[in-house]
């Protein structure tokens, strides 16, 4: 895999392998949804508070039933956005309720302002926090970029002239301004959006340290207790079926006494390379210590998995350009069963192994 390119950012804070985003956009799911339903409830508390003083400035006339009408639909559309995002399973489905969301937030703005005859410096500036209040919500940057452009040019199109006293350079003077904010938002939400994600690459790649054996690059003991206790448990709530091989390079120790340790690296790096190579991407394979290596078959009955190993066993059983004889190695095949514990499991597969070297070694027993 091209680490370098499937890690690439583009100059929207996203990643350009697709692959890579979907899975930044799964693991900060739940953090976008908690930002999203409380950004919700809060913008719908603060359109409540306008909505009582206008109550108390307005109330009685038509102006105030009219905008009253609107700002209690984005209020009630506030409190659905909190529940809705709160229960959001995918991402795809939480980005379109955001959208909806931003664009009620500046259609309810517009509507409101319609209703006005005429308006003051005041609306320049709610113009202005609605703007960076869109750019608050965890949205793709280019749905927030087209619906704040359509916002502003709304805006400067049907309300603006409606100020008091606007003159005409002051009017572009207002425009440059929501400009030099849109351009602000854009750099900053984009630099914040590439720096998760970098985050996210240093934390991918430190996980994938801390379970990966250094010298031979597959998974260590640690990663496959892990896998092993969750395939357990799955396999006992669904009856699937589950096996195990455990198996070690024959003569190892000879190899490293007669060709020194060098030599006896290579071996482990080469026969990991080559059970990799045949073996299914579900499969975890593990160095379990020194020169014994073991894989987990996820849904894999006993004879599947004892045909598995013989193909490994043909796969490794090659010669070597660095020494003088052939690699051969041992197998233990073992299947999970009902009552099976973690321990009863490792134990029947090594002894398993242990009838395999005693009775000649380059075999496998099951």
Known sequence: MNKQKNYKISLLGEFMDKSIEDEFLADSLAGSRNITAHIALVFG?????????????EGGTPLFAKTAFVRLMFIAVSVAVYFIAGKTVKYRQLIYVITFYQTMM???YLLTLAEYDSLNYFSILALMVITLAIYLLPNKVVFSQ????????AFFASAAHKLEGLQTAEFYRIVAYQAILLIYTNI????VETTKRKTFIANR??????????????????????????WMDYSERSGSPLSIILFDIDNFKGI???????????????VAASVSGSIRNTDIFARWGGDEFVILLPKTGIQDAEEVAGRIKECISQDFPEIAERITCSFGVAAF????TKQSLLRRVDHLLLQAKTSGKDRVVS
Not at 337 to 340: L, T
């Open 337 to 340: 069963e009902e009552h099976d």
């Open 205 to 230: 790649e430190l996980l994938e340290l801390s379970s990966k054996d250094p010298l031979t690059g597959i998974y260590n003991r640690k990663k496959f207790d892990d896998a092993l206790d969750e």
């Open 106 to 108: 500046a259609v309810t």
């Open 146 to 153: 087209i619906i704040t452009v359509c916002f502003s040019i």
């Open 256 to 270: 490293n006494d007669n060709y020194g340790h060098i030599v006896g690296d290579n071996v482990l790096k080469n």
């Open 188 to 191: 900053n939400y984009c630099w």
């Open 45 to 57: 508390a603060i359109l409540g508070f306008f909505l009582i003083n206008s109550f108390f400035t």
